[in-house]
């Protein structure tokens, strides 16, 4: 009978180390990163709205370069004793056209092309930080689900480990501590797989908002791993955030913006004038019709106003040089940020996984060992098998956390790094 409870023990011991570590759990539905950011990007609400404003913003340009409708009036003069009014005597057919001072049409639409270009900058640059949440949510929920998994089958171990437990105190081998500590160890781990889910349906609800899903909208098994494959240098990212960052191409796009608005005010100097036709019909007396033309022009003398809007505009240009500047900088601290913290992502990764787990693993073999011959107790038994499951579990989170910060620096360069395979 004590034959066959140690061979028993010593299966389940044996299989303990493999029960800590993480396997694919086949569901019926599976979420794959690319379809999770494809449908952000498709079906994202604010990424939407920002999408059809930079697309209406885009049309201001052709309004602003076509001149005012031209005026059509009528008019008729007639004796105001013995007229025949709305028949009169004489009528007057006008067109009045009013054009803008030479070259200021182009400056208006070059102004209104640059707005629109900021906007859609701001459309990209909502593109990039809508892709980057997808990613961390979804890496977090990469780890969240494979620390369950991992608890999951340590509950699994651990309920037959109290099976055996009461099987031993029952022959007397063991007392009844053994039998109360895998309990209990067995409760922590239920209370833990609690937390988990809870973690894990929050994770669910925030990703279903980004792709513009119910909060309660299935999800399947996240099954894209992290991966760092990631070859370039930090003078590369540097100058690839420089070329790449929506947040620099606006405000270069705005410098321009108000570099057409400055040449805009000076031709305010300049008036603008009118075009007109007038055609008179006399319907009594004789007299034959007459064609007139017309030639009229606003006079811009209150000069005052117009060197305001200049200054103005020279103040503008100087404000979005500043703007750009200060956008290459803050790219450039995005970018030494995420780089470093991408690094601790990837040496704390590399510890769990070639130190932390063997360490961990050969601590548990030992326990076992001891064990079995009586030297060591079940609660020394049960501490170096929770350390083993805390490292596990927690080299799940490291490796979510190495794709939770390639994200961001893809976010700070402005541009996907990962390579295709």
Known sequence: MNLTISWLVAGLLVALPVAGRTEPVEIASSLSLEWAVETALRDNAKLHAMRARAEAMAERAAQER???????????MDATGNGNWPNTSEKRFMVEQKLPWFGKLALKGKVAEKDAETMRREYEAMQRELVMMVKE???????????????????????????????????GERSQQDVLKAQAEVTMLKQRLLELDQQ??????????????????????????????????????????EKNRAEIKGAQAQIERNEAERKLMDKEFFPDYL???????????????????????????????????????????????????????????????????????????????????????????????????????????????????????????????????????????????????
């Open 275 to 421: 075009l007109g036709i007038e055609y008179r019909n006399f319907r009594s007396g004789g007299e034959p019709d007459t064609v007139m033309f017309t030639v009229g022009f606003d006079l811009p003398i209150w000069r005052s106003k117009y060197k305001a809007g200049v200054r103005e505009a020279e103040r503008m240009i100087e404000s979005s040089r500043a703007a750009r500047d200060a956008a290459i900088k803050q790219a450039s601290f995005d970018v030494q940020d995420a780089w470093f913290k991408l690094q601790t992502a990837r040496r704390t990764l590399d510890l769990y996984k070639n130190t932390l787990l063997p360490q961990a693993e050969a601590r548990f073999t030992a326990s076992e060992a001891g064990y079995r011959t009586g030297k060591v107790d079940f609660l020394d038994l049960l501490e170096s098998q929770r350390f083993l499951l805390q490292v596990c579990v927690m080299a799940a989170m490291a490796e979510g956390n190495l794709g939770v910060q390639l994200a961001r620096l893809e976010r700070a360069v402005g541009a996907d790094l990962e390579k295709k395979k």
């Open 137 to 171: 949510t979804y890496f977090d929920l990469y780890a969240v689900q494979q620390a369950a998994s991992i608890t999951r089958r340590q509950e699994e171990v651990l309920q037959r480990m109290v099976k055996i437990a009461e099987t031993m105190y029952a022959t």
């Open 200 to 241: 894990e349906a929050t994770l669910k609800a925030k990703l279903n908002q980004l792709l513009n899903r119910r909060a309660d909208a299935p999800l399947g098994l996240t099954v894209t791993a992290p991966k760092d494959e990631l070859t370039v240098e930090p003078a590369q990212l540097f100058a690839l955030a």
């Open 66 to 76: 076509t001149p005012s409708n031209p005026m059509f009036k009528y008019g008729g």
